[in-house]
C-alpha cells in the first residue's frame, strides 16, 4: 500500500499562484497513477488533474485546464501541481490519490489518499 502526505496549501489572494506537494512512501511509488482531486464544503469530490506512472501523459479538468500544472519525479516520490491564475472558487482541501492500472478520473477507483491540504483563494 502506499501512502501519500500532502504540503504545500495555504492563503493566496485570486490571480495568484500556489504549488503543492504529494510524497509517497510505502509500496513502489513510480509504477501507480497519481490524481489530485479536490472538495469543497458541500460539494461532491471532484476530479482535478492526473498524471500516469511515466509522467508521459497528463490530464485536467476542464475548469483548470491551461491554469494548473501536474508533474512528478519519480526519483523524489513526490507529484507536484503547480496552480496559477487562482479564482477563489477553486478554495477546497486537495487530495492526492495514488491507484495502480490506467488512468482513471472516478475517485473511487483509488485506493490510497492522503490527508488532504487546504487552499483558499481570496477575491
Known amino acids: 500500500q502506499v501512502q501519500l502526505v500532502e504540503s504545500g496549501g495555504g492563503l493566496v489572494q485570486a490571480g495568484g499562484s500556489l504549488r503543492i506537494s504529494c510524497v509517497a512512501s510505502g509500496r513502489t511509488f513510480s509504477s501507480v497513477v497519481v490524481g489530485w482531486f479536490r472538495q469543497a464544503p458541500g460539494k461532491e469530490r471532484e476530479f482535478v488533474a492526473g498524471i500516469t506512472w511515466s509522467g508521459t501523459r497528463t490530464y485536467y479538468a476542464d475548469s483548470v485546464k491551461a491554469r494548473f500544472t501536474i508533474s512528478r519525479v519519480n526519483a523524489k516520490d513526490t507529484v507536484y501541481l503547480q496552480m496559477n491564475s487562482l479564482k477563489p472558487e477553486d478554495t477546497a482541501v486537495y487530495y492526492c490519490?495514488?491507484?495502480?492500472?490506467?488512468?482513471?478520473?472516478?475517485?473511487?477507483?483509488?485506493?490510497?489518499w492522503g490527508q488532504g491540504t487546504q487552499v483558499t483563494v481570496s477575491s
Open positions: 490519490a495514488a491507484r495502480r492500472g490506467g488512468y482513471s478520473d472516478d475517485p473511487d477507483r483509488y485506493d490510497a
